[in-house]
């Protein structure tokens, strides 16, 4: 059904946030962070994300670089999905489940998003 695969999809964004946490909690910074560096594997009950492609990826325990990782994946999927942006709530509520400087970071995150906001109207 619809609403069942609509469950489905939101479980997985919730498991690809909280990924990102645990690595952000390893001071793993991916660099980046898009669909297609995300691999979905089927489990028996549930899906699972696997994060691939660490070819930009640094060591760093600063919340403007966890920041602008979440931003990064947020213009990535945003864009391939448009409309979509209750999703990305999901994602941001499962990195809020783990990550331990997820106030901060998501504080972060909203001024990178008006940093990237101004620079788009400025040209």
Known sequence: SARGERTILEDLCYNVGYTIGLLHNGDIIHGD?????????????KYDCVMIDFGLSINSSLVEDKGVDLYVLEKAFLSTHPNSQDLFDKILAGYCSVARAQKAVVTKLREVRLRGRKRSMVG
């Open 33 to 45: 962070l898009t669909t297609s560096n995300i691999l979905v594997m089927k489990r028996i009950d």
